[in-house]
């Protein structure tokens, strides 16, 4: 199964997605879920980042918080509303929430 994950919280621990089994997991980090790409604490990356290749954060959302889409971690694709829908359409089966 091909899985996307809407990650919305910045204090999400990793244990949800780590029990997740999919062929394909995709992450797609949105509202306040991209900090995961944006900060570091301790000096540290999110560990959420070391989950998936398939990354993406909502540019919107990056912009809405003072950032730039050139702040992200380089793990992570910057993606529009637009890239969204495609993402969501071609590249997933199933979608869900945390």
Same mark, same amino acid.
């Given at each position: 199964?091909?899985?996307?994950?809407?990650?919305?919280? @910045?204090? *999400?621990?990793? +244990?949800? !997605?780590?029990?997740?089994?999919a062929?394909k997991?995709? *992450? *797609?980090?949105?509202?306040?879920?991209? @900090?995961?790409?944006?900060i570091?604490?301790?000096?540290?990356?999110?560990?959420? !980042?070391?989950?998936?290749e398939?990354?993406?954060?909502?540019?919107? +959302?990056?912009?809405?918080?003072?950032?730039?889409?050139? +702040?992200l971690? +380089?793990?992570?694709?910057a993606?529009?509303?637009?890239?969204l829908v495609?993402? *969501?359409?071609?590249?997933?089966e199933?979608l869900?929430?945390?």
């Amino acid at each position: 199964m091909k899985l996307g994950v809407f990650v919305s919280d @910045y204090k *999400i621990t990793v +244990d949800t !997605l780590q029990r997740l089994k999919a062929e394909k997991l995709g *992450i *797609i980090l949105v509202a306040n879920g991209v @900090y995961h790409a944006l900060i570091k604490e301790n000096g540290k990356n999110s560990s959420i !980042l070391d989950l998936s290749e398939n990354l993406y954060a909502l540019s919107e +959302d990056v912009e809405t918080r003072g950032y730039s889409t050139s +702040d992200l971690n +380089d793990k992570v694709k910057a993606i529009t509303y637009n890239d969204l829908v495609d993402i *969501i359409f071609n590249d997933y089966e199933k979608l869900a929430w945390l």
